[in-house]
């Protein structure tokens, strides 16, 4: 079978796109890689503009990650995170219908989606429904209906429920790039050695981006000839670790003696206490498989967060 030679990839500069630009262009030599990224100046993410502009180029595989992808966040600015993860997603998919109809579509989506169905305290399976309980959330789950109702009749939609997944480059607004930041600043004596944290006893599932990147690509691999039809997968470790054993080894890596104290601004009202997924359906039919362990990610995060403290 024949590989796709041209992708679309939307968030192109952001955190995991531009890793995926990067990959893709490794693993496919001679593809060409076309995207839609942050204006640096404005914040604009993405408008239906810059959707059929791209769309007329006729990629093979579209992987649509553009989002306002703060939890946090988005409870203080709901309507924005709606406006750009929904009405975003909205546009590329009419765009899509219209002028690359033969596209395969990879959305990505959030574990976050499901919600209140993590309260059994079981890894959660495709087959449980999406109860989301945040703005990002819902804008995520809307946004899952979006594609289907659009684009499924006639082109391969690929729905991936991504769960928490980190390394060197994301954003200290979130949880592990957070405590690397504040241990690195430590180190060079430009804050106390002490930590500000959120809930630490919540437990959650992590993934090496390098490992979502694989799964990314995995798909690729195969993109072409599929079926119209909806597809959707969890893409997660399958195991959850406390939020307090990651920032215990983060601290042992920096050798430091640091102090945890709890910041009320750093806690986001949820009841869900522990969230994991179940990777089984993904690893099956895309021969995929974690491999990069918790370590490795925290001492890339870390090794990031130094260099550009210093």
């Not at 809930?199 to 195969?222: G, Q, S």
Request: contains cysteine; hydrophobic residues 45%; charged residues 20%.
């Amino acid at each position: 079978m024949s590989e796709p030679n041209r992708f679309l990839v939307t968030g192109k500069s952001g955190f995991v796109g531009a890793k995926l630009v990067r990959a893709l262009e490794a693993r496919f030599k001679g593809c060409e890689v076309f995207g839609i990224g942050k204006d640096g100046e404005t914040g604009r993410i993405e408008c239906p503009e810059d959707n059929r502009q791209a769309a007329l180029r006729r990629p093979q595989v579209v992987f649509h990650l553009a989002a306002l992808s703060s939890v946090a966040q988005s409870g203080h600015n709901a309507s924005q995170t709606v406006l750009v993860n929904l009405g975003g997603t909205i546009c590329l998919a009419q765009a899509l219908r219209e002028y690359a109809p033969d596209a395969a579509l990879v959305f990505a989506s959030s574990g976050e989606t499901y919600g209140n169905s993590f309260l059994g305290g079981l890894p959660v399976t495709e087959e449980m429904s999406m109860q989301p309980n945040s703005p990002y959330a819902r804008s995520k789950a809307a946004s899952e209906w979006a594609v289907q109702d659009i684009l499924a009749d006639q082109a391969a939609v690929i729905i991936l429920r991504l769960f928490n997944h980190s390394g060197a480059g994301q954003d200290a607004r979130f949880v592990v790039p957070s405590f690397a930041a504040q241990i690195a600043q430590i180190e060079r004596q430009q804050i106390p050695p002490i930590i500000k944290v959120g809930n630490l006893n919540a437990e959650r599932d992590f993934l090496h981006v390098d490992d979502v990147i694989d799964a990314y690509v995995a798909i690729a691999e195969r993109a072409l000839g599929l079926s119209p039809g909806l597809q959707t997968f969890n893409v997660c470790s399958g195991n959850a670790i406390k939020i307090r054993d990651l920032l215990e080894r983060l601290i042992e890596l920096s050798k430091f003696d640091i102090a945890i104290d709890v910041d009320p601004n750093r806690l986001r009202p949820s009841d869900i206490l522990r969230a994991v997924g179940d990777n089984s359906k993904f690893c099956a039919r895309w021969g995929w498989a974690p491999k990069r362990s918790i370590d490795q990610m925290l001492r890339d995060v870390l090794a990031h967060a130094r260099e550009v403290v210093a």
